[in-house]
């Protein structure tokens, strides 16, 4: 692969650039009672980065399936360029839109080639009587789908392994296949569902290179992760998901100074929020407990003498130490 130095920020994205690659209006997802996700709209523009992040459930996987055909959404619409997309998955796959899973979803018997070729399938038109008879259209088609493929595994680093079983490749080039594979169908947007759960950094970082040269490419991505520093290292835009709902949207500096944000991840009920009565009761709670314990010091230590003054001042000091200790900001894992 070739992997190109630039950056998100040297390279920034054509924002006012034509009509969107994906306009998501108005989706709403329920199952049942449960609403997982609530009236998000999601546009990715030309040359776009855009990181969909949020807490463990808050509904960024849901919203993938609504856009890619797996989940017909209770509402709204998703447009691919300009045209709403049906609801079928192969179907919005020919339109443009690929995409990876959470969980590695490889053919692990097959080649690391035949898994590429098994993405140029929305790509080739040949009819099953050419394929059967292998008559010269079929074959032309077939030395050209080879030659993508293994421009593919050039590009993604994976062309000295064209051979291996696929079962056989170290995780993080299983995950670099799957992006090889999606990009097999030729699409416009590449949706990418956690790309760096579960590798080191050096491959976190070479899936970054990788991202930064898919979009060089001319393909637009979205894209679902846990990593916030690799996400704010990257997109052009973040939007944030918390409970079903689109909470924040805009520039990783925006998104990341957030007090919404950050009490999302933090667990935090910001002002208004559903659970902010809970939590101002039991911060009521908790001091006046914290007074009671106060006030039972001195009584102590007036009624004890000095010693008793000094064990409570002790114990004052080491709760205090504590507490000082700074909490995880929703930086690196968030879970
Ligand atoms: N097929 C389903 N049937 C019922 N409930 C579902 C289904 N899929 C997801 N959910 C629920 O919808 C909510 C959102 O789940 P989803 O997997 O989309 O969240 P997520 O943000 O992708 O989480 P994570 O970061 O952990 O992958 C969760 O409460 C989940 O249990």
Do not use: W
Not at 20 to 46: C, E, H, I, K, W
């Amino acid at each position: 692969m070739t992997t190109p130095t630039t950056t998100a920020a040297d390279n920034p994205a054509p924002r006012e650039a034509g009509s969107a690659v994906l306009d998501a209006s108005g989706v709403t997802m329920r199952f049942g009672g449960l609403t997982a996700v609530r009236d998000v709209n999601l546009t990715v523009r030309p040359g776009e980065i855009v990181g969909l992040i949020g807490p463990n459930g808050a509904g960024k996987t849901t919203f993938f399936n609504c856009l890619t055909g797996l989940y017909i959404p209770t509402e709204g619409t998703v447009s691919y360029k300009g045209t709403v997309l049906p609801h079928r998955s192969h179907l919005v796959t020919q339109a443009g839109i690929a995409r990876t899973f959470q969980n590695i979803r490889l053919f692990a018997n097959m080649t690391v080639l035949e898994n590429v070729l098994v993405g140029r399938h929305t790509r080739t038109h040949e009819g099953l009587f050419s394929a059967l008879v292998r008559g010269p259209g079929f074959r032309r088609a077939e030395r050209h789908s080879e030659d993508r493929a293994m421009e593919l595994l050039r590009f993604t680093g994976l062309a000295d392994k064209r051979d291996h079983l696929a079962r056989n490749l170290p995780y993080g080039e299983q995950r670099k296949l799957e992006i090889a594979r999606a990009l097999a169908s030729e699409p416009g947007l590449l949706l990418l569902d956690e790309p760096t759960a579960g590798m080191t950094a050096v491959e976190t970082t070479a899936t970054r290179e990788l991202v930064l040269a898919i979009r060089e490419q001319g393909t637009a991505v979205l894209v679902i992760e846990h990593d916030m520093r690799f996400i704010f290292n990257l997109c052009d835009r973040v939007a944030v998901l918390v409970q079903g709902q689109k909470l924040v949207e805009g520039t990783p500096d925006i998104v990341q100074n957030d007090d919404r944000v950050i009490a999302a991840y933090l667990g935090t009920p910001f002002e208004g929020e559903p659970g902010e009565a809970e939590a101002a009761e039991v911060r009521a709670a908790e001091e006046a407990e914290a007074r009671a314990a106060e006030e039972g010091g001195i009584r102590a230590a007036e009624e004890g003498g000095i010693r008793a003054a000094e064990e409570t001042e002790a114990a004052t000091t080491s709760q205090s130490a504590q507490a000082d200790q700074p909490a995880d900001a929703p930086e690196g894992k968030a879970d």
